[in-house]
């Protein structure tokens, strides 16, 4: 099983611009050796929100780009419609598990749950709601400029963090858009809630 996994990351990285794809190996190592996970590579294929259904793409960690161990979390795993949501040391616990999917970031543990961001006005809080398909849960992926944003608003507003804040427990939520490291992300394959 390793053995594929290693052969498939080899020819992952070879299509690859040789800096690119050896700084690309090299987070993508650091951040699953410090989170005690197996190497998975992600569908070089997929793009925007859409998701392949391989199990190694399927399920995501979301990180901002600037503090790779703190991962998007639901409080304690508890998950319900109004629970807000936290930047917490990422442990590989089914609550920082996400799926991307047809413009929805859903809590992976239960799909039925989506980030929601309220009135989505500079500051409020993001939280899980029921998925409902309305503009406060849709939500793009702008690979370029690493950045998770609201897609069906006029202005644009992305998923934010406190800039240089590094303390478990702060909450996330949503700002105008404006390019700074703390709206950049990263996005890395993890396995699917339950250790299945």
């Not at 080899?10 to 090299?26: I, K």
């Not at 901002?64 to 508890?78: E, H, K, M, Q, T």
Request: net charge negative; charged share 15%.
């Amino acid at each position: 099983c390793h053995l594929t996994m290693f052969s498939h990351s080899v020819r992952f990285l070879s299509v690859l611009p040789p800096v690119f794809a050896q700084d690309l190996f090299e987070k993508q190592s650091q951040f699953l050796a410090r989170h005690e996970s197996v190497m998975q590579i992600a569908n070089p294929n997929v793009t925007s929100l859409a998701v392949a259904s391989s199990d190694d793409s399927y399920y995501k960690t979301i990180t901002p780009s600037g503090a790779n161990s703190l991962c998007i979390d639901v409080p304690g795993g508890n998950a319900y419609s109004g629970a807000g949501l936290q930047l917490w040391e990422c442990n590989g616990v089914d609550g920082q598990t996400w799926v991307f999917d047809n413009y929805q970031i859903r809590f992976g543990a239960d799909e039925n749950l989506c980030i929601d961001a309220g009135n989505m006005q500079n500051g409020v809080q993001l939280m899980l709601w029921e998925c409902n398909g309305l503009e406060q849960q849709n939500w793009a992926w702008d690979a370029d400029a690493a950045r998770v944003y609201l897609s069906g608003r006029s202005a644009a507003t992305c998923l934010d963090w406190y800039d240089q804040v590094f303390d478990n427990g702060q909450p996330l939520h949503v700002w105008e858009c404006n390019g700074k490291p703390n709206q950049q992300w990263s996005l890395w394959p993890t396995g699917s809630p339950g250790g299945g």
